[in-house]
Structure formats: C-alpha cells, structure tokens
C-alpha cells in the first residue's frame, strides 16, 4: 500500500469514527509537522478530537492501520516530542474544560486546558497550579505531564509529577482507563483482567521487582529529573505503599499512554510575592550569588545574561525594563519570595541584600514589593526563551540541545564554568538564563544546522555536555524531557540493564510501538530529522513588491518563527486575535508562518502564494500588527499577507470589494460630498441586504455616516486663528476616516495644537496607502505612499512635526512606507518627523501653555481606555495614557481588551462579521459590560470606536475630544 493510500484509508476511517475534526490536506500536516525544537517531521493527517470518546477512537483506528500516533498540546516542546511521523492528535482545540474542587484542593481537568486558564479558575478560590512554567499562557496540562514540566517554582512546588492524583488515559489497543494509586489487593483485582490494563498491572510489578537493583542505580541521584521512565516511582509499593500508575506515566512523552482527563493537585496561592533583583557584571558573579540566595529559603532564584537583557531593550513590548534597571547589569539574578505575611517577606529581602552585601554580590539589589513594580520584571522573565531565539540570523539559531540539565545547586558555579569551556573549545556562542535556584540553567548554543560541520560540532556539544553532568552526578533532562534531542544517550546514561528494562515497559505498554514511537527509548540519531537541513529545499527565487530586511527575504522573515507558540497565548496582549477566536492552529501566526514557508519553498513561489488553501489560512489574519512586536522574533504577519494577497490578486484576480474598500479615501470624499443623500443607502434594508449579497458587505453592522461639514471644508472655511504660534508649525495629517466621517475629533485636536502654541497646517493631499495595502493592492498602495510622501516633503517645512488621530494611517508612514519605497531618502525623512498629537499636548499641558479646568465633568469620573493595535504595536500607549492622566480628578485605566476584531474593513465583510464580534467578546466586550454606566470609554482607533459602539453598546471617544472639553476657556 502507497502512502497515499494508507493516508486516505486513514482519513476516511477517522472521519466516520469520530465527532471531531480531521484534516489531511499538505498544509495541515506541514503545521503539525514541527514544534518549538529543531526537528521537523511530515505526519500523515491530524485530527482535532472533541472529547475522551474521540480520543479512543482516533488511537483504535491508528491501531488498526499500524499507524504511529503522537499526542499534541501547544506544540511548544523544546526536543521534538511533538513531532513524529503518523496521526497527531492536537488535544489542544476543544478538550479544555476545568472542574474545581475547592474543598479537596483538586482540579479535574481535560488534557488541552492551559495551565494560565486553570490558574485563572483556581484564583477564584485562593488556589494555584504548583508548577509555573514560562510558557504558561499557552502551556497545556497534557503537555506539562507528557513533559513532566517544572519551572521557577519547582524549589517550592516541585514537579508536575509531584501533583498528579489520578489520570484517565487511551492505552495503545484504544482501551481505556484509570491511572490511580491503587493498594495491593485493587492491583490484583485489576490484573486478573484479560486486557491490556490487566496484563500492565500484572507484568509491570514483576518487571519493577526483578530489576530493582537496577532501578536504583541506574537512576540518576539529582531529584530535578524528567528523562526517562520513572520506574523509581513504583520501587518499593505493597506493605502500605501503593502502586501509582497515574505518576509513573508522567514524562513519558505519550509513549505509553494518552491522557484525556487528570485530577490534579492544587496549592493555596500566597498572598504576596516580593522581589530582590540582585545587578551583577557578569553571569559567573550572579551563579555565585546563588548559594546565599538559597540560605534565605526563597521561593526561585532566577538568573537572565546580558544577551537576553539587550535584546528585550529592542522591543517595546519590554521598553519597561530599561527604566528601572540601574547601570548596565550583565545579568541578573531574580530572588522571589512567596508567602501571606508580608513583613516577613519583607524581612528577608533585608536578610539577602544584607548578605550579598556582606560577601560582595553584586553593585545593586532592585526590591520589587508590589505587582506594579513586578510588572516589567516578570514579562522579560517569563520572555527569556523567546527574546533568546530573536536573536538568531537566518538559519544560524540558539538551538535547544543541551539546554535542559541540571546539576545540585552547590556545583553549579563550577559546573557552568565547565558547560562555557565546552563552548568555548566548539567555538560556539549561547544565552544564558534559567533557574538557579535547582540547579537548571537554560543554555542555547547558537547553531546552523544546514552547515554540516556546524551540525557535527552540535553532537560533540551534547556529547561532552553528556559526560560533564554525569560527572557532577546531575541529570540530562530536567523539566523538558528527552525527545528526539536526548532520547539517542538514554542507554549510555542509564545504563543497559535500566535501559533494557525501559524498552520492556514500552513493549509491555505499546506492543505495536504506535505510540509516539523513537522517544525515551529506541531512538534515531539526535541529528536526524532537523529542520532547517532536512524539512524543506533551499528557497527559490521570488520578487516581491515589499522589501523584507531579513536574511532570506519573504521566505526568511515567515522562517523567522521558531514555534514557540506565543502567538497562541491566554492572557495579556493582542496576539493572536484569530486564533483567540477559532484556536486552531492555522489562525495562530505560527501556522500561518509555517504555512508561508511551504509555499515559499515550492519549485514556482509566486504559483504557490495563489494556492487556495493557503489564502484561506491567511485570510482570518485581522494584520493587527500585534505579532511584529509580541512575538519574540517579530514574524510581521500584517506585510506577508499583504505582499502575499498581492500574489494571489496577480494570479486570480482583484476582487470588486477589494477595490473599493481599498479606494476608501476616494469613496469616502465622494460620500462626504453628497452628505446626506449618501447616508439613506446605508439605512434601507433590502439595499444592505443587497450589498451582502453582491460584495459581501455584512447587512448586519451600521456603515459610518458621511459629513458634508467635514474637515476639509471646516479647516479652510474657518476664521483665521489670531494666537502666537511660537512653538512653530505642525501638520495634521488629515486621515481618510475621521476626515470624512469624525471631523469633529480633528477639530477638537486642532483646536488645542492652537491654544498650545502651535500654528497647524492641514495636509491633506491624499491617502497614505493603508486600505489598498490591507488588500495586498500595494502598486495603488505604493503610488499612494509616494505621492503622499512627495507632498510632505515639498509642501511642509522641513523638520516640522507630523501628527493626526489616526493610528493606522500615522504610523503607516513610520512603517510600511519604508517596505513600500525602500530606498527614497525623503520617505525616511518624513517617517522621523512622525509624532503622536498625544505628545505634543502633554508637553503643552506639562509646561502650562494649556491648562485644563479642575471641575470639569470628569473630576472623580472613571475612564477607560482601550488602544488601537497599530500603535501598540508601533509605539505603545504611554503618550495616549498619560495625556488622559493629565484629566484633573479623572481616574484612567487602561483595560487590557486584546484587538477589539474590527480591523478596518474586516468587521464589514460578511464572512467575517461573527469572527469579528468573537474577538471583541474575547476581552474587550466583558471588560466594559463590567463597567458602571457612567465610566467614560476612550479609543484613538475609528474602528474600534465604531467596534465598541456596535458591539458593546457604548460610545467610545478619542482622547483629544475629552482633553478639548476638560480645556479651561481661558486655555
């Protein structure tokens, strides 16, 4: 039988036997085809099981066809657990519901639940999940038990292993059952059966019994362990001790079982962290602060290299950072303690700066008391991982091979001074971070595995790394498991009698090795299956109307992604909106990167950007922008889809609607022109309904109205101002939207640049390109930015500011102009003349050439601010916040709503109205149903405005209205 035909004989089995989704199609299986490692392996389908029944029976099928089968969670596993040649199941888009048990302090949860998500649920009831990994809000409890995962915690709570009570589980025949401590007479009682579980229950005692000595020898001493079988687990049960299947398959990398279900422990969640940031020159200085760290009972100790710390410098998302670090620290190390008292917590951030005084650690000790002051500290933390893989070039990246040992924390010193000598003679350079505080240091060598002499010095690497933890009797797998990175060395440091005794629980567990076969034991070479040498041919050459200044062009900035997965995260940020709303993988930038690595590999590029199936992964992406600065390797989604839409649109054709909405400065002046007349379409039903049908423009949200008065009209109609300009000119980059539709928020943002001292010119000679480039019509969008630049440059005078109130046309000109028109000095010139008005008003307000009344109606009103993606991305929302603050009496938050899902002309496209709205209802629709009804709501972007309005039911102002009301008359 063919491939083919054993992959179609597959897929038509799965889908009759189960409720959940299947899908076999080249783009599909290339996605699950890689995880966070280096490695990269084709499966032949992936199916997405809906709950436990569909899970049995995707297992039973791959039985019957002698198919391989690997579980997945987040896909975010560091040695190619999640890769592998069969039947992935993702566990990780439906099987998410959590059952807390406040009373017993348990949680019953299904495998693709994300530990963020269960902790958010156990808060609830002053409970938490022990072990706290970085990658937590996206990290699954499947994965984490596949894994045996640990983190910053484990000094305190230990291992994932360490909180597992019972599991429901497939067995490889896809029977099932349940893993629990059970007393000698329930183990007997369960092997008496004539199944699988019955014959583990009577073969795997005797196995444990014969082979004890073994066991005890061969297991590495050092308790941070997660490689291997955990047969140490189960030595010495009977006589009052019982035989705990449920840990004794936690690691094993779903060779053994599947876990659809676990019944978890949780812990009471302390009351209060505190922080003592210790600045050290170097790392060895910080690793030699650890041992009086650890004399002070902490709750982690932490140590970031200076690698990481410069590169979260380059990226506004931890711009935070800089500000309340103090010199040039070459690393830190970050010293928690946890508790409810927090004077004595206090006592002991006394009791360690006092030591490290005393013995001469360190130049500075930064205390962090409240989760404010934790803020800035913790996302670089938790960020070190992916800040670490930015920094690689092309195909030379910070590989994880060797970044998951441990020794016992009083060698570590030593230990890391050999780890760097190793190095050193591989001629090899690494970040540095991890958890000092057992012992484990996260090191990644950086590595190009299509240069054969580079992939010989990696094994040398590993090898010698191998031998060095062997001699401070640490272990080669402490908290991210074996995979395909370590499993190959399993023999060598278990010995062969242990190991011999590992394949016999795999073959008592798996007769027919279906069960994510080649990990923990009988494993290829660690340097087989890499990615970059063995996934995908070099790429072929393409041009493409954007510039991508990256090593590889287009193909190099999607190859950027190294699978992280923080693009799927459960919590703060925007990224990624999609995939908040669907959770399948292909609406997550990494799939879609992943996807555009495919095509860009092809033998015809430019044919293969045209592909349906690929234009249907990249069509959800609302191009926020979000993931050019949360993702860790700044993957710009927003310009691969539109370069991408550009292809396609060469190939098959503009659509109608795509024109028009990429006309928008055009339709929207004649709208404008015709006011009111144009209005009255928009509120005839059957025309909406029409215009639904023929464009695909959604009858079910209200269209903007056009404003005959608009802001054009209004600037050059007006009375001349009569006040000194004495801080100069400014331009006013007249937008295409509030122009036409919101003039009055550019006339209250005029009016105040007037009253601060400003002499205001209005350019609006045209659009910046941002709606043609949303629609991949970047010739229109390229003839629009350079006419628009052109005017800038010979119409203002130079070095005069440019602002206006809309995000995405701004910060189009600090951008994407630069992708558009690459080489044009001017387009450079103007972009570094690019302010937000914010700025300038506060600098107004700040130096008292604006003053705002103090009883104005906002004393003690609350506001609540949600920002424009754009210029999250682009700049942040310090400028927007703090012109608000400036409000007297007003209390300002800025809600953390994620992408409102309007994104322009997203939200009026019919097939992606309901996309839209479930976007808005991830965060930023609850977050202002919770508010009292006079919270006064902001927004600088007009789609979100009109989001919020539609969606939430409240009206959303721009900053400047509210600033230009609270104005005092005499301002």
């Known amino acids: 039988m063919t491939t083919l035909e054993q992959a179609t004989k597959l897929e038509q089995a799965l889908r009759a036997a189960m409720d959940g989704e299947v899908a076999f199609d080249d783009y599909s299986r290339h996605l699950f085809s890689r995880d966070a490692s280096m490695y990269a392996i084709t499966p032949l389908g992936v199916a997405f099981p809906r709950h436990a029944e569909d899970v049995q029976a995707a297992v039973q099928v791959a039985a019957e066809h002698g198919v391989p089968i690997v579980a997945r969670g987040a896909g975010t596993s560091l040695a190619g657990q999640t890769v592998g040649p069969g039947l992935v199941l993702d566990m990780s888009r439906h099987l998410n519901r959590i059952i807390i048990d406040a009373e017993s302090r348990t949680a019953l949860v299904e495998a693709g639940v994300v530990q963020d998500q269960l902790n958010k649920a156990a808060a609830a009831h002053g ?42 589980v497939v067995l490889a025949d896809g029977s099932r059952a349940r893993l629990e401590p059970v007393d000698e007479a329930e183990r007997q009682l369960r092997a008496a059966a004539d199944t699988l579980e019955g014959r583990i229950y009577r073969e795997l005692p005797e196995l444990v019994i014969a082979n004890e000595q073994a066991i005890r020898s061969g297991m590495p001493l050092f308790w941070r362990r997660a490689g291997g079988y955990r047969l140490d687990r189960l030595v010495g049960f009977g006589h009052g001790t019982p035989f705990d299947l449920a840990k004794f398959v936690v690691g094993a990398e779903g060779t053994l079982v599947i876990a659809t279900h676990a019944l978890v422990d949780l812990v009471p969640k302390p009351a209060h962290t505190v922080y003592a940031v210790g600045h050290f020159d170097d790392t060895p200085s910080a690793i030699a602060a650890t041992t009086d760290a650890l004399s002070c009972d902490p709750h982690q100790v932490e140590l970031m290299d200076r690698t990481i710390l410069e590169l979260s410098r380059q990226k506004i998302e931890y711009a935070e950072l800089g500000t309340i670090l103090v010199g040039d620290p070459g690393a830190l190390l970050f010293v928690s303690f946890s508790g409810d008292d927090e004077s004595a917590l206090i006592a002991k951030l006394d009791e360690l700066e006092a030591l490290w005084r005393k013995n001469g650690h360190g130049y500075h000790t930064l205390r962090a008391v409240r989760p404010a002051d934790q803020k800035a500290l913790l996302k670089v933390r938790k960020s070190s991982l992916g800040l670490l893989m930015a920094a690689g070039q092309g195909t030379r990246r910070p590989l994880a091979f060797v970044e998951d040992t441990a020794v016992d924390p009083v060698h570590l010193a030593a230990y890391t001074k050999r780890f760097k000598e190793i190095l050193d003679q591989h001629h090899m350079d690494a970040g540095f971070y991890g958890h000092c505080s057992v012992g484990c240091l996260h090191i990644r060598p950086f590595v190009d595995l299509t240069d054969p002499e580079q992939v010989v010095r990696m094994r040398a690497v ?108 459960a919590g703060p940020g925007v990224m990624c909106p999609s995939y908040i709303a669907t959770k399948n993988e292909e609406h997550a930038t990494r799939g879609r990167a992943n996807a555009l690595v495919k095509a860009l590999s092809e033998s015809d590029p430019h044919a293969a950007l045209g592909d349906e199936r690929l234009h249907e992964i990249l069509d959800l992406c609302l191009m926020c922008k979000a993931c050019k600065t949360e993702c860790p390797m700044s993957v710009d989604m927003a310009s691969l889809k539109a370069e991408t839409l550009a292809h396609h649109h060469e190939i098959h054709g503009t659509p109608l609607r795509s024109r028009i909405f990429g006309s928008i400065r055009a339709l929207n002046r004649l709208g404008s022109a015709t006011a009111p007349v144009s209005n009255v379409p928009g509120r005839i039903r059957p025309l909406r309904r029409l215009l639904d049908r023929s464009l695909g423009i959604t009858a079910a949200r209200p269209l903007p109205e056009f404003q005959r008065a608009n802001l054009i009209r209004w600037f050059g109609r007006r009375d001349p101002v009569g006040t000194p300009a004495p801080m100069g000119t400014v331009n006013w980059l007249a937008d295409s939207f509030t122009t036409f539709t919101e003039p009055h928020i550019g006339q209250a943002a005029i009016e105040l640049l007037e009253r601060a001292g400003w002499h205001v010119e209005l350019a609006a000679s045209g659009c910046c390109g941002r709606s043609s480039m949303s629609k991949g019509l970047l010739d229109d969008s390229k003839k629009k930015a350079a006419a628009l630049v052109d005017s800038l440059t010979t119409t203002t005078i130079p070095g005069s500011p440019i602002v206006g109130c809309e995000p995405s046309c701004l910060f189009m000109l600090r951008d994407e102009h630069r992708a558009l028109l690459p080489y044009q000095e001017s387009v450079r010139a103007v972009a570094a003349r690019v302010q937000q008005v914010e700025e300038l008003l506060v600098e107004a307000i700040d130096a008292g050439r604006l003053r705002l009344r103090e009883d104005s109606r906002f004393a003690g009103r609350r506001i609540v601010f949600h920002g424009h993606c754009h210029q999250k991305a682009e700049v942040g929302t310090a400028a927007t916040m703090a012109l608000l603050r400036r409000i007297p009496g007003a209390v300002v938050e800025e809600i953390d709503s994620g992408c409102c899902g309007m994104a322009g002309s997203f939200g009026f496209e019919s097939e992606h109205y309901e996309t839209s709205l479930a976007v808005g209802g991830d965060r930023l629709f609850p977050a202002l149903a919770a508010e009292p009804d006079d919270t006064i709501v902001a927004a600088t972007g007009v789609s979100c405005r009109q989001q919020i309005f539609h969606g939430a039911g409240r009206t959303a102002w721009h900053p400047v209205e509210l600033v230009r009301e609270a104005l005092a008359e005499n301002g």
Do not use: Q
Not at 463 to 484: I, M, Q, R, T, W
Not at 548 to 558: D, I, Y
């Open 462 to 569: 590993a090898e010698a790394v191998k031998d060095l933890v062997a001699e401070y009797g640490g272990v080669n797998s402490s908290e991210h498991g074996d995979g395909l990175a370590r499993s190959e060395f399993n023999r060598e440091i278990f010995g062969d009698e242990l190991y011999e005794v590992m394949r016999k629980v795999k073959r008592l567990f798996d007769p027919g090795n279906i069960m994510n076969p080649g990990k923990i034991v009988d494993a290829p070479s660690m340097t087989d299956n890499l990615r970059d040498r063995d996934a995908l041919p070099p790429a072929p050459p393409i041009t493409t109307k954007l510039r991508f200044e990256v090593v590889g062009g287009m193909r190099g900035a999607a190859d950027r992604c190294m699978n992280i997965g923080l693009c799927r995260k």
């Open 127 to 168: 409970l938490m999940f022990g072990p706290d990994t970085s990658t937590s809000n996206r990290a699954t409890i499947g994965g984490m038990i596949g894994n045996n995962s640990a983190g910053s915690g484990s000094l305190t709570f230990g291992m994932t292993i360490d909180h597992v009570r019972a599991l429901d």
